[in-house]
C-alpha cells in the first residue's frame, strides 16, 4: 500500500478478491497508524499500480 502524497510504502494487503455484488476489486489490509487520516491509497500488485479508497467495514450494506 503506497500513499500518493510521499510515494512511501505505509502498509501492506492482507486479502483481497474478486466482489461479484458490487463488481469491483476489494481487499483489507494494514497500514501505519501516522497515515491513519488519509482515504486514497494506491495498492501495488505484481508490477501494476491501482488507486483505491480507505472505507469503514462492511463494505456495503445488504438492501432488505
Known sequence: IIN???????G???SGT????SKN??????IEKKTCQISKI?????NRFK???ITD????KRRK
Not at 500518493?4 to 505505509?10: A, C, R, S
Not at 476489486?25 to 494494514?30: K, L
Not at 494506491?42 to 505484481?46: N, T
Not at 467495514?57 to 456495503?60: H, I, N, R
Request: glycine share 6%.
Open 25 to 30: 476489486f476489494i481487499g483489507m489490509g494494514f
Open 57 to 60: 467495514l462492511p463494505f456495503f
Open 18 to 21: 474478486f466482489s461479484p455484488y
Open 4 to 10: 500518493p502524497e510521499t510515494n512511501e510504502t505505509i
Open 51 to 53: 488507486n483505491a479508497l
Open 42 to 46: 494506491i495498492i501495488k500488485h505484481k
Open 12 to 14: 501492506y494487503v492482507s
